[in-house]
């Protein structure tokens, strides 16, 4: 399994981003993609996660009503498992490197050691 984080940037206090994170090698729909964040000299938090069929959804409290989970699937070449995450209203205390992970299984979790795969991150930055 092979997760690829892209859509990180600089954007200024109050813009919007969205993250995207391909995974491939999934063999099925069975498992609940996440996206954690660590800001720099700080341990890595839980932002959101959604569960397989997208019906039972967390988020942490500090990105609730501006942040916004969700979860496709595309084909190219291969089949990937694609999560994205719509940031809106940022503030620069969103400021981090996230990371997208997956965790087998039908149970959505909050915590980063329930997760079995993770991507490499992709840095977002927000200036005041």
């Known amino acids: 399994v092979q997760l690829q984080a892209s859509g990180g940037g600089l954007v200024q206090s109050g813009g919007s981003l969205r993250l995207s994170c391909a995974g491939s090698?999934?063999?099925?729909?069975?498992?609940?993609m996440a996206w954690f964040r660590q800001a720099p000299g700080k341990e890595r938090e839980f932002v959101a996660a959604?569960?397989?069929?997208?019906?039972?959804?967390?988020?942490?409290?500090?990105v609730k009503g501006r942040f916004t989970i969700s979860r496709g699937a595309t084909k190219n070449t291969v089949y990937l498992h694609m999560a994205y995450l719509q940031m809106n209203n940022l503030r620069p205390e969103d400021t981090a490197v996230y990371y997208c992970?997956?965790?087998?299984?039908?149970?959505?979790?909050?915590?980063?050691?329930?997760?079995?795969?993770w991507g490499q991150g992709t840095l977002v930055t927000v200036s005041s």
């Open positions: 992970a997956v965790a087998r299984g039908l149970r959505v979790d909050v915590n980063d050691n329930e997760y079995d795969y």
């Open positions: 959604i569960g397989w069929s997208s019906y039972r959804i967390e988020y942490a409290d500090s």
């Open positions: 090698g999934l063999t099925d729909f069975s498992h609940t």
